[in-house]
Every structure is written in structure tokens, then in C-alpha cells.
């Protein structure tokens, strides 16, 4: 992997590429980083300073205190352990992309803004991550109609080419993926526990291979799950999304819920719900502002463009003319 300067800045002061476990030095928050940017910027410098300067003049001249320049002096210092760690990231068919990387998820950029976490980590095509597509979100525990109602989504979407972004959970996730795979589309995975084990089962490999899953996560692939990591990652499936489906929800709880919400107040993308009347939290959203959604004769992507578009137009047909 070959990286700019300010690429290598924002892995070197945002992850914990080359930091041991039992370091207590700690990357930047997502906070902190917007923070550093913004101090460069009003100094008119680049990320990249952090290298080209060592002594970290420029952070005493804008009157950071000393605990600070130091934490920064040891973060960007690591650069030669980093670069080995990247190494055995890279023969494991880990990538990272960061915002100065031409491949970098355009919409999570335009839509997050300050948001947009500063490092990326990848295996896949990342190419995937540019194409137009719906985000489906759901419960872990969907019941056999979530499941069909999903499956058929999915198909429907496949045949139109359009890809599903989601996040790589069990349930409404993991259907939703295996289905676009199966059916000649692709799936992009938002994960919230390790990528590193992800990859070591033999269907996602192959997919992988295939060209038709990319899995990406925005902590270091060896960490686990934890319920905040599902939570921010939820975003990230909205704002990569030109609509996302919201299969079930439960009720003013779970990740599903919060997800959507979410969504719903930054306007990150049209959320759509499947108006099932069995399904409270489904109902509930709906009457939050969400779109009630039900399977029919319409196209999903007219579905999802029919209303005022937001971005700009994204080549819908390149996926399908690779696999042509």
C-alpha cells in the first residue's frame, strides 16, 4: 500500500495501526480530529505537517499545551512500525482508504462532513462503495415474513443492479447480503466486530474474489464487537445509500430503531419502512416521518429517485457491465 503524506497523517493520528495493546497511547476521537483540521487549516498547512515537521513547532505556536504536542509527537513517530503492520494487513488482503484517497466513499464524505470517519479499513473491491444502492436494516431476530419480505427486496433491487449496502449481522444483515450475492449483485458490509475473523469463512472469501462483497470497518479488523460499534456504524449504511429499507424495528429500543431515527434527523438519506402492521417500531417510524414502503410493480430505483434528488448521478450499469 502506497500513501500520501496526509493519508499516512490521518492513519498515523486517527488508528491503532502500530499502538500494542498495552500502550496506553490513544489515537485521535473523531472530535479531536476535526479539531486538528481545523487548527491546520486556519494556519494554512495540511495534514501532512505532522510528518514533515517533527518538532511540532507549529502545534506551540497555536498554543497547544505540551501533554498534547507530545502525544502527537509519539503518535507520528511510529511511521516504521506502522508501515510493518500495514505490510501484514496488506498479505491478509486488508486494505485501508482514507478522506485523501480517490477511492474513498464519496457519499459518506458528502453526506457525514465531520462525521466521516478519517480511516477506512477494507477487504474487497472498494470500488463498490461508489455505486449507487440500497441500504437494508433490520432486526437480528426477523421472523419467516421479514426474511421473504427481504429476500424479495433484494432480488428486485439485484435485478435493477443495484447494490446493498448493510452491516453484516445476523438476521436481516445476513440475508439481505447472501441474497444480492446469490442473485448477481453485490453487497458493501459495514461491520461492527472484526473483520479479521469475518474474512476466514470460505463464502465470504469467495464473494470477495468474485467481486461481489466488500466488507469495511472503521476500527482495527482485530477488534470485537461491542453495541456502540453497531451503533455508529449504522450511519455509514444510511449515508452510503440512495434509500434505505427498514425491514423490522422494534420500538423505542435496539439498534434498528436508533439507526433509523438517526437518520431520519441528520437526513442522511430517504429512509424507507416496510409498512407491516404487525411491526410496532415500523409503524412507529412511519409516524415519525419515515416512507411506508410495501413490494410492487415499481422499480426500486424509481422508488428511491422519484423524489427530488439530493447527489449527483452515479454510473448505475458499471457493475453490471463488469459482470457481462
Known amino acids: 500500500m502506497n500513501f500520501s503524506d496526509n493519508a499516512m497523517s490521518a492513519i498515523l493520528l486517527c488508528s491503532y495501526v502500530g499502538i500494542k495493546s498495552t500502550d496506553s497511547l490513544k489515537p485521535f476521537s473523531q472530535t479531536e480530529w476535526n479539531e486538528f483540521l481545523d487548527t491546520i487549516t486556519r494556519l494554512g498547512q495540511k495534514p501532512d505537517i505532522v510528518i514533515k515537521c517533527q518538532d511540532q513547532d507549529f502545534l506551540k505556536e497555536a498554543g497547544y499545551a505540551p501533554e498534547y504536542i507530545e502525544r502527537v509527537r509519539r503518535l507520528t513517530s511510529r511511521g516504521g512500525i506502522a508501515a510493518f503492520e500495514l505490510e501484514a494487513l496488506e498479505k491478509k488482503g486488508i486494505d485501508i482508504v482514507t478522506p485523501f484517497d480517490p477511492d474513498y466513499p464519496v457519499l459518506l464524505k458528502r453526506k457525514l462532513k465531520k462525521k466521516t470517519p478519517p480511516v477506512l479499513f477494507y477487504c474487497g473491491d472498494i470500488t463498490l462503495a461508489k455505486k449507487i444502492g440500497i441500504g437494508i436494516a433490520g432486526s437480528r431476530n426477523v421472523d419467516s415474513a421479514g426474511i421473504r419480505f427481504t429476500q424479495n427486496l433484494v432480488k428486485k433491487a439485484a435485478e435493477e443492479h443495484l447494490v446493498i449496502y448493510s452491516g453484516g449481522a445476523k438476521g436481516v444483515d445476513t440475508v439481505s447480503e447472501q441474497t444480492a450475492v446469490e442473485s448477481g449483485s453485490a453487497a458493501v458490509s459495514f461491520l461492527a466486530d472484526s473483520l479479521t475473523s469475518k474474512i476466514r469463512k470460505k463464502e465470504i472469501i469467495d464473494s470477495v474474489i468474485n467481486k461481489q462483497r466488500l466488507l469495511i470497518s472503521d476500527i482495527k479488523p482485530e477488534a470485537g464487537f461491542t453495541v456502540a460499534r453497531a451503533m ?81 448521478q452515479m454510473d448505475l450499469f458499471s457493475f453490471a457491465a463488469k459482470n457481462n
Open 232 to 312: 455508529n456504524r449504522n450511519k455509514y449504511i444510511y449515508a452510503s445509500s440512495y434509500g434505505t429499507f427498514v425491514v423490522s424495528s422494534d420500538y423505542n429500543k435496539g439498534g434498528t430503531w436508533a439507526g433509523a431515527n438517526e437518520a431520519l434527523k441528520n437526513g442522511w438519506t430517504k429512509v424507507f419502512v416496510w409498512n407491516h402492521q404487525d411491526y410496532e417500531g415500523n409503524l412507529k417510524l412511519i409516524e415519525k416521518g419515515a416512507i411506508p414502503y410495501e413490494l410492487s410493480e415499481i422499480a426500486v430505483y424509481e422508488t428511491i429517485t422519484k423524489q427530488e434528488n439530493e447527489f449527483e
